[in-house]
């Protein structure tokens, strides 16, 4: 098991991937889905990983992209966390605004190795010439069957499917480090392995003792680490929680912008007792007339709160009117100095989520 110890021969691989993609006569670019969550990252470096090391070819090169430009990677703090377990710093990975795949698509020199999904995103679709693998247990669209390798099983997590690969004769491959990557992304996903959470197969559960039994890591610790991690929102500022899952729309003539915040509103003005111009800074590069944000945390109980920033007194008045009257059964929450453009609330109803408030938002607008 002298294999097993530190992280020494995922990290020397990807030290290679950029000199690889340089000098490579193919480049097969291994790509996650547009959600790029933890199992597309992680089941993009390890397939690359496996691929490159095994691959008889020796003018190509295996590289794994991760789908989001390099800034948005801290907003997905399990993936921050469980990467930094395996040994691998961020500057040993490439993100999406760091490779030209159009160049290397002219110059004919691209593969496509989809991963966590079985149709290339719309960004991508200019290049479905190219796609050559798929690894992927989400349902099957029926595309590519002429591809090289087109595994596609409706298991758990992806990450499955590309450990399975590896124990299937290259298990030399699985350091400690590639092996804490693969079995953390497995345990996020299945929910620990739980039948009742519904997602672990037999083949997640087989290839997870056989992870567990090389690594000999505590199952329940890893995952609760990356499930704590998950909603471990210490490191990020305001601009950054706004952003890390916010979606916006365009209803008549407002456009407005909603955010998830896995904080309370108590612990965010602590952390950042100037909010209200950080939300202001936030609308105004987004050209938002109104922005709400829904904060949500369990302490012990879950709980939802409601920040609503709108510069506008007149349009703030009737939105505030309409929420307060509305089933989100609002409540102020008093807040001392909070500048008169926020409000701030407890919400009674915590099952009104954003997919339930948007709908209801809109149509209140839209006959403004
Ligand atoms: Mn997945």
Known sequence: MSNMEGADKLRAYLRTIRDAMQAASTVHCVVGNESADLDSMASA?????????????????????????????????????????????????????????????????????????????????????????????????????????????????????????????????????????????????????????????PKDERVAAKLLALSGVDQQELFDAVQSEKFNVSALDTADLLRKDYKEWQIGEYRIGISSVLLSVGDWLKKDPALSGALTTYAEARNLDLLLAMNAYTAPKFTRELV?????????????????????????????????????????????????????????????
Request: proline content about 4%; charged content about 25%.
């Open 45 to 201: 470096v390890m397939h690359a990983y496996s691929r490159g090391s095994t691959n008889a070819q020796n003018d190509a090169a295996f590289v794994p992209l991760i789908n989001i430009p390099r800034a948005d990677f801290k907003l997905r703090t399990e993936a921050v966390f469980l990467f930094n377990e395996a040994g691998v710093e961020p500057d040993l990975l490439l993100f999406a605004d760091e490779v030209d795949l159009a160049k290397l698509h002219s110059e004919g020199r691209l593969k496509l190795s989809l991963v966590d999904h079985n149709k290339p995103a719309a960004a991508h679709s200019k290049f479905e010439s190219a796609v050559a693998e798929i690894v992927d247990h989400h349902a099957d669209e029926g595309l590519y069957h002429d591809a090289a390798l087109r595994v596609i099983e409706p298991v758990g997590s992806t990450a499955t499917l590309v450990a399975e690969a590896i124990l299937d004769g290259h298990e030399d491959l699985l350091d400690e480090g590639a092996t804490k990557l693969l079995l953390g992304t497995i345990l996020l996903d299945t929910v620990n392995l739980d039948p009742e959470a519904k997602r672990v197969t």
């Open 308 to 368: 609503v920033y709108c510069p506008d007194q007149s349009l703030r008045e009737k939105v505030l009117q309409f929420l307060e009257q509305s089933e989100l059964q609002l409540q102020s929450i008093d807040a001392g100095d909070i500048d008169e453009s926020t409000a701030l609330y407890f919400q009674g109803n915590p099952a009104i989520s954003r997919k339930k408030l948007q709908p209801m938002l809109a149509e209140f607008l839209v006959k403004l």
